[in-house]
């Protein structure tokens, strides 16, 4: 399955207001860990109420110790202050890296914005070296517009 084909399905859950935000959230990491094969742990943090700082959303994939991540620190607390997308193709070049698991080769982070703040990130790891294209950028762009609507 293309991204793009999994557009209408992140549609629809978004859309499903029979479910919590939480487990809509759910709902969409789940359909791309399954659909994705690169796509090896997925997951959404949010910043933390005033905090400098973001938590651990829904998510699946390895557990992990990472519930809690200060801005600036790793690719996800890089992009809590940058407002950017960061595509790391290869973890080990990356000296501003939390390791969440030995089997992790690459990460791509892209941001959540609703009424123009940043208030979170979808986190994607990958097992594969170099995995993440533009077109991943821009449906994981897609996924966050959508999530965004039901954060507002």
Same mark, same amino acid.
């Given at each position: ?58 998510? $699946?994939? &390895?557990?992990?110790?990472?519930? =809690?991540?200060?801005? *600036? #620190?790793? !690719? ?5 202050? @940058? /407002? ?19 089997? $992790?080769? &690459?990460?791509?982070?892209?941001? =959540?914005?609703?009424? *123009? #703040?940043? !208030? ?5 790891? @990958? /097992? ?25």
């Amino acid at each position: 399955m293309t991204l793009d084909q999994l557009k209408p399905q992140i549609i629809t859950i978004v859309s499903d207001t029979n479910k919590t935000v939480d487990e809509r959230l759910l709902s969409i990491c789940e359909v791309l860990e399954s659909n994705v094969p690169y796509y090896n742990w997925v997951g959404f943090y949010f910043t933390n109420g005033d905090k400098k700082e973001l938590k651990l959303g829904p998510y $699946v994939g &390895a557990p992990t110790d990472h519930t =809690i991540i200060p801005f *600036g #620190k790793g !690719i996800c607390g890089q992009v809590a202050v @940058s /407002n950017q997308n960061f595509v790391v193709p290869d973890v080990s070049a990356q000296d501003n890296y939390i390791a969440c698991s030995i089997t $992790v080769k &690459a990460e791509i982070v892209v941001p =959540i914005f609703v009424n *123009g #703040k940043n !208030i979170g990130q979808i986190d994607i790891d @990958s /097992n594969t070296i170099d995995p993440f294209t533009e077109a991943d950028e821009r449906f994981l762009e897609f996924v966050c517009a959508q999530v965004a609507t039901v954060l507002s």
